[in-house]
């Protein structure tokens, strides 16, 4: 069964900070493109951070770029968000999301969500 768990959401005050997890099973990680993304209320998903599947290079959603770090572990299949220094807009559901593209066929996973409420 393919699985991405995410944890480490919840309620923090503004300039403070969290750390998401994610656990993937069932599928080979380290072949994957591991990528977050967030959905504010009202709002469709947008992508906040983006690794590759060696883990060397990374990229930001602009709004976030200076604040956020993901990183991974494929020795452990796991994926982090590091967030620093958030603000009220950064409250949404976070999404783990695992996606390899080859010829032919796109693989592509997500997590359940895990809620991110930025709030004094």
């Known amino acids: 069964q393919v699985q991405l768990v995410e944890s480490g959401g919840g309620l923090v005050q503004p300039g403070g900070s969290l750390r998401l997890s994610c656990a993937a099973s069932g599928f080979t990680f380290s072949s994957y493109v591991m990528r977050w993304y967030r959905q504010l209320p009202g709002k469709e998903r947008e992508l906040v951070a983006t690794i590759t599947s060696t883990g060397g290079t990374t990229n930001y959603a602009s709004s976030v770029k200076g604040r956020f770090t993901i990183s991974r572990n494929n020795a452990v299949n796991l994926v982090y968000l590091q967030m620093n220094s958030l603000k009220p807009e950064d409250t949404a559901l976070y999404y783990c999301?695992?996606?390899?593209?080859?010829?032919?066929?796109?693989?592509?996973?997500w997590g359940q969500g895990t809620q991110v409420t930025v709030s004094s």
């Open positions: 999301n695992a996606r390899r593209v080859i010829p032919g066929r796109t693989y592509e996973y």
